[in-house]
């Protein structure tokens, strides 16, 4: 067999080698890579579809973005590609979710289509990367054309090596820089590299046979040569214990290429003999395709068996979704986003059974989500009955809220407020107006009963002087043992004083002033502080007070959980967000404690 064959790999045989970046276009490179280099420049190539699956549609949009922005674009096209079609299909899932969930208004003459609110981002993200990688590849031609140029030079150059050399002339040195300087001159067309290496080789040949009478040039070149062969055959005999087949072939492709690339031509003794190892291990390498699809058909058999265990979880949160709470839906809906995410995480399954898998994945959520949206369908006619029950407990109470017949009014205004409780929710949008509308009813009752019937009782300034001794005595507490106890003592006394003169109705604000400083020095929560002898109406408050509270500390640590999610090492360990999670941490405690102290409140405790 010829030289020129030794370093042919069979067609059928062949693998791609894998680059980091795309083959956009047909081109070869002839440089070669230091010896060092051999077990880790082919590389398998990853799997990025995994990945991308994982990201929702903004992040999907924003790594777009991101690819259009380098400026050298135009090398990502598999990688945008990727997120492209990826973002494609998710705006068509939104787009039928809501199609599915609002079908709109549809006449004869009007048919409404939803659009999707990201579709123009996505459509002019597109033209920008066509423009770049159309730009890229004028770039690329352009290079193509200068490298082509400096190999013809080089050709040029070892044929007057040979044919015009003066005297004197090192051979070695200058063929030794003829060499590098090929293979670093860059890559050219496919088209132009055949001809062009074949020209090269033979002017090569041709200066070898110029040689032939200079023995101990052709015993060192020939010497180096084989060394570079028996480095590519050790390296050769490794991949065949690679675990990784894939990996192995992707290599083995590699290794031919320096095979016929850099390690000839070697001594007439040694080129067969090299070949044929090196063949002979090639051989038992690709045999080894059928572990790859055995590899690959159990992976898919074991995504399989995961996919259909998911879909089995989201079939019974449907099923388990009759006559359950709120509370039930919202667990439900977050645990079903996690199910929606491992599913698209997980890899291939068998293609035989892929679509059907798909379907029954996009059936059974469209199941679950029918059947959540018949409950709210439901909730909302149940909270709609709750809202016309409360408005007549409101206009009952307006009737009689200047009412002076206490004996009748004040066991119905007790009575109204027993069954405002009773009731069940109404719609979030008018939840805080009718609470308002019922409670100025109510107060309005009480303010006038207290107020008639403690008039002639209550000395006003006689109240005004305990007060104010009270609020002397809170201004000297400190925050030794026992302040706390004390502090409650003096609310509590507080309480217990009635009215005091318009004019001198400061006092309160100063109280409350130095309660909340008093509180804060003796670090405790105002509404952990025991108190007695509130009134309904100071018990409504404070209770609307915590609930308010307990809302506004929700939000902030959601939100504060919320962030941590943008960060790729979002775990206690990172320095950068220890005050974080020691913030969210003392929310939590806070709430916890706020929502214990509403319930003692309710229960009466």
């Known amino acids: 067999m010829s030289e020129e064959k ?134 690329q031609d352009a290079e193509h054309q200068v490298n082509l140029a400096t190999r013809q030079s080089i050709i040029d150059r070892l044929k007057n090596l040979y044919t015009n050399s003066e005297p004197g002339v090192n051979f070695f040195k200058e063929m030794r820089s003829i060499k590098e300087a090929w293979q670093n001159a860059g890559q050219v067309a496919k088209s132009e590299f055949k001809l062009l290496n074949n020209n090269y080789f033979h002017h090569l040949n041709q200066f070898y046979a110029m040689l032939e009478m200079n023995k101990e040039y052709r015993e060192q070149e020939f010497a180096h040569n084989l060394e570079k062969r028996l480095h590519i055959i050790e390296r ?76 089995e979880e989201i079939k019974q949160l449907a099923d388990h979704g009759k006559d359950v709470s709120h509370s039930y839906w919202q667990n439900a809906i977050k645990k079903i986003e996690e199910l929606r995410s491992e599913f698209l995480k997980t890899g291939s399954v068998p293609r035989k059974v892929s679509n059907q898998n798909w379907d029954a994945f996009k059936q059974n959520l469209r199941e679950f989500n029918s059947k959540k949206n018949d409950f709210y369908k439901n909730l909302k006619g149940s909270q709609q009955k709750n809202f016309e029950e409360k408005m007549k407990l409101i206009e009952l109470a307006k009737e009689n809220m200047h009412s002076e017949d206490w004996e009748t009014t004040v066991p119905l205004f007790k009575k109204l407020q027993e069954d405002w409780k009773k009731i069940g929710h109404v719609p979030r949008s008018q939840t805080n107006k009718i609470w308002e509308d019922f409670r100025e009813a109510c107060n309005t009752f009480f303010n006038n009963f207290r107020e008639k019937n403690n008039a002639t009782t209550d000395n006003w300034k006689d109240n005004f002087i305990r007060k104010n001794a009270l609020l002397e005595e809170l201004k000297t507490i400190t925050d030794e043992d026992g302040s706390v106890e004390k502090i409650e003592q003096i609310k ?109 409140m309710i229960v009466g405790e």
């Open 6 to 139: 030794t370093a042919e790999i069979p067609a059928e045989e062949s693998v791609e080698k894998p680059t980091e970046e795309p083959a956009q276009k047909d081109v070869v490179n002839s440089t070669s890579v230091p010896e060092e280099k051999i077990k880790s420049a082919a590389t398998p190539h990853q799997n990025e579809e995994t990945a991308v699956a994982q990201l929702t549609l903004s992040q999907t949009l924003k790594e777009m973005e991101n690819i259009v922005n380098k400026d050298n674009a135009g090398t990502f096209f598999k990688q945008f590609n990727l997120l492209k079609d990826h973002a494609h299909h998710l705006i068509h899932e939104e787009e039928a979710k809501e199609k599915q969930e609002n079908p709109g208004n549809e006449t004869a003459e009007v048919a409404t289509e939803y659009v999707h609110r990201d579709s123009s981002k996505l459509s002019g993200l597109i033209h920008i990367f066509k423009e770049k990688q159309d730009e890229y590849h004028k770039k």
């Open 236 to 311: 050769a005999k490794e991949l065949e214990n690679e675990p990784m087949v894939q990996k192995a072939l992707n290599e083995l492709q590699y290794l031919h290429k320096l095979w016929k690339e850099e390690a000839e031509p070697v001594a007439e003794e040694f080129r067969e003999k090299t070949w044929e190892i090196f063949k002979e291990i090639s051989d038992k390498i690709h045999e080894r395709k059928s572990e790859l699809s055995s590899q690959m058909e159990a992976e898919q058999t074991a995504n399989l068996e995961k996919k259909n265990k998911i879909i």
């Open 492 to 600: 509590t006394a507080w309480n217990a004083i009635g009215k005091v003169p318009k004019e001198k109705l400061s006092i309160n604000t100063d109280f409350n002033k130095t309660l909340r400083e008093k509180l804060k020095l003796n670090k405790i929560n105002e509404f952990d502080l025991k108190e007695e002898g509130l009134s309904d109406t100071q018990i409504t408050d404070k209770a609307r007070k915590i609930k308010n509270q307990i809302a506004d500390l929700e939000a902030e640590i959601a939100k504060l959980e919320n962030n941590l999610g943008f960060f790729s090492n979002s775990s206690k360990d990172n320095p950068l967000l220890k005050d974080t999670f020691q913030n969210i941490e003392d929310k939590k405690a806070l709430l916890e404690s706020l929502k214990q102290n509403l319930h003692h």
